[in-house]
């Protein structure tokens, strides 16, 4: 079995967004040369996310709306008890447990093996500065 690691850099201006990055990913799996295996694809930060779904603009307003609803942005110690470090981004941390931190795609003759409609997406929920994704792939 053979592995290949790439980290890709995201800097994503606004607080809260979603970046399809499934032509990066697939760039790293052409790469790799591996035909047969897995691939992880992880958010490296905290605040950050990777996730898989539909890559349709209605649908990633509805999950800020949503996010935005189950854990709104608050800087103040008041709400979120992080923020009482220092901090201003308690809201971010909820927001990266519910999308997730990583997924993990099968690699069929070569190609990422998605569903309909699937693709890898970059949720970043504390943007501004540059962040780490990390793409491994293990296989033949």
């Known amino acids: 079995m053979r592995s290949h690691t790439e980290y890709l850099t995201f ?9 399809n990055i499934t032509p990066e990913v697939d760039h790293v799996l052409k790469e790799s040369g591996i035909q047969e295996g897995l691939c ?10 990777v996730f898989i779904n539909d890559d349709e603009p ?13 854990a709104p942005f608050d800087a103040s110690p008041q709400r979120y008890h992080h923020n009482r470090s220092g901090e ?9 447990q519910i999308m997730g ?16 409609w699937e693709q890898i997406f970059y949720g970043e929920f504390d943007g501004r500065r540059p962040k ?3 793409v491994k792939i293990l296989g033949e």
Not at 12 to 18: L, S
Not at 58 to 70: S, V
Not at 101 to 116: C, H, M, Q, W, Y
């Open 11 to 19: 800097n994503v201006h606004q607080r809260m967004d979603f970046v």
């Open 58 to 70: 209605g649908l990633h307003e509805d999950y800020k709306k949503w996010l935005e609803y189950l």
């Open 101 to 116: 931190r990583e997924v993990v795609i099968a690699i069929t003759n070569g190609k990422l093996d998605f569903g309909p």
């Open 40 to 49: 992880l694809v992880n958010a490296m930060h905290i605040t950050a996310s």
């Open 132 to 134: 780490r994704v990390l």
């Open 88 to 96: 201003d981004n308690g809201d971010a941390h909820h927001k990266r």
